[in-house]
């Protein structure tokens, strides 16, 4: 036995490699078959339309799906290698610390080969008395390589997928907030909150890990991870499994998927899914195809802006009447103390009991009808699968049997800031239907025409289901359980394309049942780990990885060690948010201290303006969002999505501008006035293009620099576009209402 690369490699089977004396965690196999091992050393390859396997020698093989290779295994590089790791999980609020200690990693480097039935390959990878059986076959359009049997003490997997190197360009992963481009780089494939700064260079970050260890975040911190990515050589690859892992990408040789198991596992480690096209509209297709697509917004979104205030009828109304004396169109009010307020260190918080408070809100029930029949106005609330222990509805889940329980048998009490809380078990089908009921209940039935389904990504690993599957391998599928209980609550109710929910956690299989992803809580500042610029590759990244689409909080949220949000920075996200599926405004976690939209007549005339702008749009975005629907394409596109030619397009630092279908392109301003002096340099991929505030023309292929004062995002339409005369049109209303500076002033 030698070491080669760090890693046991046995070349006989008279011993084991060596292992650490620390205690491992070991699994029980997913045993569908084993192949005798009579069939050692006979080929029979597989020939299908699809996937071809190609042996090159007793060492070697190769596996191209759609005449592409995809997998190129060596006895010393192999497609797989397995191993054992002793891991533990601590966490508080929702920031958790993965302490992971590799003991072996051990490279199966023999292979044999079978033939089960025409178009199927089935394979053994061994090395010593280690073994794992793979089956590859082609289905839809797609070839999965399914792990069919493991042994009990293998406890990770990793997989190897060819790379051509530097010049290969990779993306997906979930939403990734800091990266577009994922070459050259690691993520992890655990849910959590994102961090406050998410880089440890940054003050505010190193202050939040202080604070909380694990606050502050990391560049693939994330509320949406995802075993998804998309190459540049035109293919994506998905693993179907929901635990732990991560994505590697920095080897240029391979890339490597690395799945994690444990000792309850009801699945492990599952599926590789490949699917192959010449276009990468063609690859969402197929990608969509098997994670699911949105259904169609309503057309009311489009109304306007969905206004998020707090503090009581009375002052909902008042709100309400001020943005429409300013001018500001308004399709919805969103409520999220309609529940009740409760006081914390880190801010203003909700008392988490999902029901009406009528003395935070009276009237509301009379409210919410008259505001939509008499004004066309919408309501929105908030909800989440926790219930404050200090409620009536943490009482009868309790009482129920419906709650999440501890490894004691007690219910599982998780503390979420200064209150405590216990979780519905959304595996036991009859917390499912109470819980979906309340839905139904409380916000449907009681009016509400959409709501924030928050909090997926807190579930404690330790915790004890109905169902019997552990808290680890659960924990990546529970914001899918609770976007599906939201889901089958709408569709219940008959209102599936009528109400809209929003989450910010998702994982495989959200994609099914969320209506409509936001970004979480960005930080309110102009930083690009954490700040303004974040959201823009999270919605690139969240649409290469199958879901198209996103939206944020116009003004950002976490207001933390002094960091507030200014007028600029709120106007700003406005400007950008006019070129997206949907606008909505939140006052913040400390209302009191950070700019709002109401703080001014400026502030309000320039919320006003790019709501305007994002109506103006909507015969354009309305169909861009069928293609969502009936395509699967993201609605914000990266540029190379229809550049697929031009090398530029597909650097990382593109990653801040984006595509609005194919016709309109974006490019957000994200640093302050007092860096950028209100001028902003474009790329334009090769094309004609059209500024649409002025309509100059520009030739593609080069940057240009365009003025860009508060209130202009820097967009171009496609000369050439069959919108081109929609867009002509616009320009000619685009300047005429830009509010001057001397409106600011307090009202």
């Known amino acids: 036995m030698i ?98 200690i590799l003991q072996e990693k051990v490279r199966l480097g023999h292979f044999t080969v079978v033939k089960r039935a025409p178009g199927v390959t089935s394979l053994t990878l061994s090395s010593c008395d280690l073994q794992v059986t793979l089956e590859i076959f082609d289905r839809d359009g797609l070839t999965y390589i399914d792990v069919t049997s493991v042994q009990k003490d293998i406890n990770r997997l990793w997989f190897r997928l060819t790379s051509t190197g530097s010049d290969e360009h990779v993306y997906g992963g979930g939403e990734q907030f800091s990266y577009l481009d994922l070459n050259g780089r690691h993520f992890p494939l655990w849910l959590g909150e994102q961090g406050v700064g998410r880089n440890k260079s940054y003050w505010v970050t190193q202050t939040a890990d202080q604070d909380v260890p694990a606050s502050g975040g990391d560049y693939y911190s994330t509320y949406w991870a995802q075993p998804t990515f998309v190459s540049s050589r035109k293919y994506f690859a998905h693993f179907r499994s929901t635990w732990n892992g991560q994505l590697d990408f920095r080897n240029e040789l391979f890339h490597e998927i690395e799945i994690w198991g444990g000792p309850d596992a009801q699945v492990f480690p599952g599926s590789l899914i490949i699917g192959r096209a010449d276009t990468f509209p063609d690859i969402s297709t197929k990608l969509t195809g098997l994670l699911g697509r949105q259904p169609l917004l309503p057309e009311w979104l489009h109304n306007g802006v969905i206004l998020g205030v707090q503090g009581g009828t009375e002052m909902m ?56 029949e008499e004004e066309d106005i919408r309501l929105f609330a908030y909800i989440s699968a926790n219930l404050n222990i200090e409620g009536n509805m943490f009482v009868e889940a309790k009482s129920g049997g419906y709650l999440v329980r501890d490894i004691s048998g007690d219910t599982y009490l998780v503390d979420y800031g200064e209150f405590v809380c216990g979780i519905v078990d959304l595996t036991n089908p009859d917390a499912f239907a109470w819980y979906k009921g309340k839905i139904r209940t409380n916000l449907i039935d009681f009016g509400f025409d959409g709501w924030m389904a928050d909090f997926g990504e807190y579930l404690p690993p330790d915790a004890v289901f109905f169902n019997g599957i552990s808290g680890e391998e659960l924990h990546n599928q529970w914001p899918v359980l609770w976007a599906a209980a939201n889901r089958e609550a709408v569709e219940d109710a008959g209102r599936l394309g009528d109400i809209v929910f929003w989450m910010r956690a998702g994982f495989s299989g959200s994609h099914n049942f969320t209506v409509m ?67 909505r405004t939140h006052e913040g976690n400390r209302p009191s201290e950070n700019w709002q939209y109401y703080s001014s007549v400026y502030s309000m005339k320039m919320l006003g303006r790019a709501t305007e702008i994002y109506i103006l749009l909507k015969n354009y975005t309305k169909g861009v969002l069928e293609e969502v629907t009936t395509l699967g394409y993201p609605a914000q596109r990266p540029l190379f999505y229809h550049y697929e030619d031009d090398p530029r397009s597909y650097d990382d630092s593109m990653k801040y501008q984006y595509l609005l279908g194919k ?37 593609g292929g080069g940057v240009v620099t365009v003025d860009a004062p508060v209130g202009v995002t820097p967009a171009f339409y496609r000369k050439l576009s069959t919108h081109a005369q929609f867009f002509r049109d616009l320009t000619g209303e685009l300047m005429t209402t830009l509010p001057t500076a001397n409106m600011m002033c307090t009202p």
């Open 517 to 583: 992803a936001w970004a979480g809580d960005q930080l309110v500042d102009f930083s690009t780990a954490d700040g303004l610029a974040s959201v823009i590759p999270a919605t690139l990244s969240l649409g290469m990885s199958g879901y198209g689409l996103n939206h944020f909080d116009i003004g950002g949220y976490t207001s933390l060690y002094g960091v507030t949000r200014t007028e600029e920075l709120l106007i700003r996200y406005a400007d950008i948010a006019a070129f997206t599926p949907m606008m």
């Open 663 to 699: 016709d309109l392109l974006v490019a957000p301003v994200y640093l302050s006035s007092s860096e950028t002096n209100d001028r902003w340099s474009v790329y334009l991929p090769p094309d004609d293009w059209v500024y649409l505030w002025d309509g100059t023309d520009y030739s």
């Open 3 to 100: 070491s080669q690369g760090g890693l046991a490699v046995c070349h006989s089977c008279q011993a084991r490699p060596g292992k650490s004396s620390m205690p491992r965690r070991t699994m029980e196999p997913l045993l569908l078959f084993v192949f005798c091992a009579a069939t050692a050393g006979l080929l029979i390859e597989s020939v299908t339309a699809l996937h071809r396997f190609e042996r090159l020698s007793d060492e070697e093989f190769n596996i191209f799906v759609d005449g592409l290779l995809i997998v190129s295994h060596t006895k010393t590089s192999p497609f797989i290698l397995v191993g054992n790791s002793d891991y533990s999980y601590t966490s508080k609020y929702g920031n958790f610390r993965v302490t992971d």
């Open 317 to 372: 109304l008042d709100y309400l009447q001020q943005a429409q004396k300013e001018g500001i169109k308004v399709a919805g009010i969103w409520i999220q103390d309609w529940v009740g307020r409760i006081r914390t260190t880190f801010g203003r918080r909700l008392f988490w009991n999902w029901e009406w408070d009528p003395k935070q809100y009276p009237n509301l029930d009379k409210e919410i009808i008259r505001l939509k």
